[in-house]
């Protein structure tokens, strides 16, 4: 299928591995310049370099930022022009917030975790969408996660923060179709990334006492889902195929949280 998605500009955040990376490289062999956003350089530069190797006719630009700070978000706006009216998608994937209880999760790593997510998210969204608003044309992608709709005490800082992010897509994409814009979301279960291992190392060290045994959590029904996977769907949400999709969040995880 053809998204025609050649000439628009893109930014991804949290863009130099696993998800953020699937969809620059998705986005890149579509046709779309790119912009990748992150906190380390060197790691970006890699990541810029394997984006470039796979569409060599895609414009790669990269942006080593800090989001969880005003500042990092303000300079990243600058220097891509995502202020200014000048990008046609942005995908906001930078955060990765940590798993606890309400008890275990200390007031420190709660406000960092939100300031770089959901803090990140909004205000990188008050940020763009009246620029792309004033123009009549763009999308908004969230990538957020399937803890919003199956909340768990172990993942509270995460289920909480990722509720209200499904709740300001909702809020902003179901007005935001008469301005040309769509603001959307989707939500990936478990996907095969550095960070599930780092999740279910936690998650073994709770329920079968030995960090070593992670390998035994990981589920067949539904197995885990792969980068591109999700990627594709970001692709095909970010193209004006899904010209009527707003406001909505789409669950990419095997139809686990449906059962």
């Known amino acids: ?83 200014d009216g000048l990008v046609d ?35 990188l969204c008050r940020a763009v969408l009246p620029r792309m608003t004033a123009r009549g044309s763009g999308v908004i992608v969230n990538v957020i996660g399937v803890a919003s709709l199956r909340p768990q005490p172990s993942y509270i800082a995460g289920g909480v923060g990722n509720s209200g992010l499904v709740a300001m897509t909702a809020a902003l994409g179901s007005r935001s179709l008469r301005d040309g814009v769509r603001v959307v979301a989707v939500n990936p279960g478990l996907i095969i990334t550095d960070r599930m291992g780092d999740m279910l190392r936690r998650q073994a060290i709770d329920e079968l006492g030995d960090e070593s045994r992670w390998e035994e959590l990981i589920p067949a029904d539904p197995a885990p889902g792969t980068v591109e996977q999700v990627a594709d769907v970001v692709a095909f949400l970010a193209s004006d195929r899904a010209s009527h999709v707003s406001g909505t969040s789409i669950t990419i995880d095997g139809g686990a949280s449906s059962r």
């Open 89 to 123: 998608i942005w995908v906001n994937n930078a955060g990765a917030i940590p798993a606890g209880d309400i008890v275990t999760v200390d007031d420190a790593t709660w406000r960092d975790a939100w300031d770089l997510k959901v803090f990140g998210y909004i205000d």
């Open 1 to 83: 299928m053809e998204l025609g998605l050649t000439g628009r500009r893109a930014v991804i955040t949290g863009a130099s591995k696993g998800i953020g990376l699937g969809c620059a490289l998705a986005l890149a062999r579509e046709g779309c310049e790119v912009a990748l956003a992150a906190r380390s350089a060197d790691v970006l530069a890699r990541a810029a370099d394997e984006v470039r190797d796979a569409a060599p006719r895609a414009a790669v630009t990269t942006h080593a930022v800090d989001l969880s700070t005003a500042d990092g978000r303000r300079t990243l706006l600058a220097e891509t022009g995502g202020g």
